[in-house]
């Protein structure tokens, strides 16, 4: 059960540049592909074109090698999870989740037995208005699961989730991945909510996917500047070749945490400090450039100290400063 889509492309009225201009990606059975992308560029639309819920100007899609790009799409068998769980605030949660049966066979035992997997059993009687965004979250994902779908679509399922919260629901989202057999598309614009449910990671600017893989080869060596200057707690350093021995007519790129304060020569000054608790952001002047480090917090040096900066070569990206391509 391979969904697999070919140049999307979505047009809104009234605004000239295109919402999706030729996404494509596949996504095999078993599979979760993670979308992640700034605002605005064209997440939650891919998804909607996949559902059938917006028009699709031009492309295809197909899912067990079946077109549908014109189905309607209560024939598609493909689920969507918006980021705000659309729940009956007037039925019961037992009762939200028996609407999308396909059968009544069984009604009660399959949806208990959901219900023990997303731990909801005790919201059954409840009714949505009384459940935390993260319970709602969690009943719109098992209902859709009830639908048996052939694919499930999530739509920035994490974005309104509090942190401890969120690191549960990523863990329950790869436990989804491990019982349904089709392939999962997730949105996100955050990269580390994409890095942690991702068999492959794909990034999209613009309406267009830039960058296609493996999650980790993706964030380690991004095929260009874009993609490397929007994945990271803080994006890819991006400076002129020779401030990290590239050559003058790069673009040389290296991720904070592949940078060090050495023992040696100082060679930069510290502009200033970032905490985020265990860890700090060194802001740092070296020929010119700003670099960023992350640093132990306890290690971390004072504005206006000197440091060296020392790093590996091999840790060195280096992208043509005219297409930004990697080279």
């Known amino acids: 059960m391979t ?5 999307l492309r979505v047009t809104y009225p009234g605004r000239s540049a295109p919402a999706l201009a030729g996404a494509s990606f596949e996504v095999a059975a078993a599979r979760t592909l993670a979308v992640v992308g700034p605002s605005g560029a064209g997440k939650s639309t891919l998804l909607r074109a996949l559902a059938g819920l917006v028009r699709i100007a031009a492309g295809s899609v197909t899912l067990d090698g079946r077109e549908i790009v014109h189905a309607p ?15 009956l605030d007037h039925r019961t949660v037992r009762a939200n989740l028996a609407l999308v049966l396909r059968t009544r066979e069984r009604a009660n035992e399959r949806i208990e037995e959901l219900a023990r997997v997303f731990e909801i059993v005790p919201l059954l009687e409840r009714r949505p208005r009384a459940l935390s965004t993260g319970e709602r979250q969690r009943v719109a ?8 779908p052939h694919a499930l679509l999530l739509d920035e399922p994490l974005t309104a989730l509090d942190p401890e919260l969120r690191a549960r629901v990523r863990e329950e989202i790869v436990h989804v991945r491990e019982r349904f057999a089709g392939p999962i598309v997730l949105v996100t614009h955050d990269h580390a909510d994409a890095m942690t449910v ?17 999650p980790q080869r993706v964030y380690d060596a991004p095929v260009n500047a874009r993609v490397a200057a929007l994945l990271g707690v803080r994006p890819m350093n991006l400076v002129p070749g020779p401030v990290l021995d590239a050559p003058p007519d790069a673009l040389a790129g290296i991720r904070p945490e592949r940078l060090r304060i050495g023992g040696g020569e100082p060679n930069a000054q510290v502009t200033r400090i970032e905490r985020t608790g265990a860890d700090a952001y060194v802001h740092a002047r070296m020929q010119g450039a700003v ?23 091999g840790d060195v990206r280096r992208y043509d400063a005219a297409t930004g391509m990697l080279r």
């Open 291 to 313: 670099l960023v480090l992350r640093v132990d917090a306890d290690r971390a040096p004072k504005a206006g100290d000197r440091i060296a900066i020392a790093f590996d070569r």
């Open 141 to 148: 994902i098992a209902r859709a699961l009830l639908s048996e």
């Open 73 to 87: 799409p209560q024939a598609r068998r493909i689920a969507l999870v918006f980021a705000e769980p659309a729940l």
């Open 198 to 214: 991702a068999d492959e990671l794909a990034v999209i600017i613009d309406g267009r996917i830039e960058d296609r893989g493996d």
């Open 3 to 7: 969904l697999r889509a070919q140049d």
